[in-house]
């Protein structure tokens, strides 16, 4: 199985902030990468597809960039509703995820 | 609008079985690929089990290969997951989730989750 590597696991951060959360994969997936936001409670909710694709209806202030091995997503400006934990997960083969990256508030 | 609901979920001994459902609306269910997603409490999430449009096609996590079953009945719009032999490690939330058509795990669909508690 491919191996998903996310970096950092958690992270402290202010309304306002721009935060960055990277994701490795273990061999090349092309942009086979997802990025979800999972809530307390909640199920997961996909943020971003195929490592750059904005789902409908999720705002602009995420992005994802990346290929190969090396994914990244950003969130321009933190929001009350952004602190969350996020999932990278790559869907080029059986599907695995990464460890996550709690986001909390500084 | 689509939605996912999970059921089935519930306190199980080691070596007993259970069988969650996930009943769909809102769309075309015989034409989508499905996946079982668990996470365990305070852990991340791992992929279970999917199954192809008609049921001809099913794939496992290699931790579950052999005791868990995904089938699919698309005249009742449900989803399900036969779980027997399970174990303490088995404990989790198990999310049914939907794709685009195609079969991609992407999954822009989730249910509510269902929770499974192995214990004595």
């Known amino acids: 199985d491919i191996q998903m590597t996310q970096s950092p696991s958690s992270l402290s951060a202010s309304v306002g902030d721009r935060v960055t959360i990277t994701c490795r994969a273990s061999?090349?997936?092309?942009?086979?990468l997802n990025w979800y936001q999972q809530k307390p409670g909640k199920a997961p909710n996909l943020l971003i597809y195929?490592?750059?694709t904005l789902q409908s209806g999720v705002p602009s202030r995420f992005s994802g960039s990346g290929s190969g091995t090396d994914f990244t997503l950003t969130i321009s400006s933190m929001q009350p509703e952004d602190f969350a934990t996020y999932y990278c997960?790559?869907?080029?083969?059986?599907?695995?995820f990464g460890q996550g990256a709690k986001v909390e508030i500084k | 609008e689509v939605q996912l609901v999970e059921s089935g979920g519930g306190l199980v001994q080691p070596g007993g079985s259970l069988r969650l459902s996930c009943t769909a609306s809102?769309?075309?269910?015989?034409?989508?690929?499905m996946d079982w997603v668990r996470q365990a409490p305070g852990k991340g999430l791992v992929w279970v089990s999917r199954?192809?449009?008609?049921?001809?096609?099913?794939e496992y996590a290699d931790s579950v290969k052999g005791r868990f079953t995904i089938s699919r009945d698309n005249a009742k719009n449900t989803l399900y997951l036969q779980m027997n032999s399970l174990r303490a490690e088995d404990t989790a939330v198990f999310y049914c989730?939907?794709?685009?058509?195609?079969?991609?795990?992407?999954?822009?669909?989730w249910g509510q989750g269902t929770l499974v508690t192995v214990s004595s």
């Open positions: 989730a939907r794709g685009p058509q195609g079969g991609s795990s992407t999954w822009g669909y």
């Open positions: 809102g769309f075309t269910f015989s034409s989508y690929w």
């Open positions: 199954i192809n449009t008609d049921g001809s096609i099913t």
């Open positions: 061999q090349s997936i092309s942009i086979y």
């Open positions: 195929a490592a750059s």
């Open positions: 997960q790559q869907s080029y083969t059986t599907p695995t």
